[in-house]
T-cell receptor, first 111, second 113 residues
Framework: GENVEQHPSTLSVQEGDSAVIKCTYSDSASNYFPWYKQELGKRPQLIIDIRSNVGEKKDQRIAVTLNKTAKHFSLHITETQPEDSAVYFCAAKTSYDKVIFGPGTSLSVIP | NAGVTQTPKFQVLKTGQSMTLQCAQDMNHEYMSWYRQDPGMGLRLIHYSVGAGITDQGEVPNGYNVSRSTTEDFPLRLLSAAPSQTSVYFC????????????FGNGTRLTVT
């Protein structure tokens, strides 16, 4: 069935350093790949997304890359700040209109 | 706009009881979905709907029923609660058929004893 894997499960970086989270998906027909940030006790919120006809997208300190051939996509956060500390989820929309999430990455930014 | 509204926020059930988690959205979104969130397992899709009158199973549908009689409402029914259904439940909606951002409700924390 459809599956989204995500690594690492936890990530700790110094303030100002970069953070990279990687995801792979199984359904080759997937065409939409969003990333969500969830702060403790709150609901997930979209931070950036990418569609299958685009290889890279940037929004200020956040960027996402997509490699459709290898079926993987990555989130890059530059110049990390303490407020970036949260759980990050990748997701993929499958050919059956399901949005499947990865297990999440807990990011800690150390001041 | 209220966005996506879930009720109740907290619920405690005894094993074998049934209940309905309510979800309503006021954005005229066609796509709605239910997820459960457990530690270390991310958000797992229970059921989803691409429009009124249409529902389909997600990754973990067993023990749950849904219906979609209107565009606005997408209730989730637990038929006979089990301790394994202790979780945080999120309802979400999207303008597109999952091709756009999901707007999440604030969640319902359910405990089954």
């Amino acid at each position: 069935g459809e599956n989204v894997e995500q690594h690492p499960s936890t990530l700790s970086v110094q303030e100002g350093d970069s953070a990279v989270i990687k995801c792979t998906y199984s359904d080759s027909a997937s065409n939409y790949f969003p990333w969500y940030k969830q702060e403790l006790g709150k609901r997930p919120q979209l931070i950036i997304d990418i569609r299958s006809n685009v290889g890279e997208k940037k929004d200020q300190r956040i960027a996402v890359t997509l490699n459709k051939t290898a079926k993987h996509f990555s989130l890059h956060i530059t110049e990390t700040q303490p407020e970036d500390s949260a759980v990050y989820f990748c997701a993929a929309k499958t050919s059956y209109d399901k949005v499947i999430f990865g297990p999440g990455t807990s990011l800690s930014v150390i001041p | 706009n209220a966005g996506v509204t879930q009720t109740p926020k907290f619920q405690v059930l005894k094993t074998g009881q049934s209940m309905t988690l309510q979800c309503a959205q006021d954005m005229n979104h066609e796509y709605m979905s239910w997820y459960r969130q457990d530690p270390g397992m991310g958000l797992r899709l229970i059921h989803y709907s691409v429009g009124a009158g249409i529902t389909d199973q997600g990754e973990v549908p067993n023990g749950y029923n849904v219906s979609r009689s209107t565009t606005e409402d997408f209730p989730l029914r637990l038929l006979s609660a089990a301790p394994s259904q202790t979780s945080v439940y999120f309802c979400a909606s999207s303008r597109d058929r999952g091709d756009g951002p999901l707007h999440f409700g604030n969640g319902t924390r359910l405990t089954v004893t």
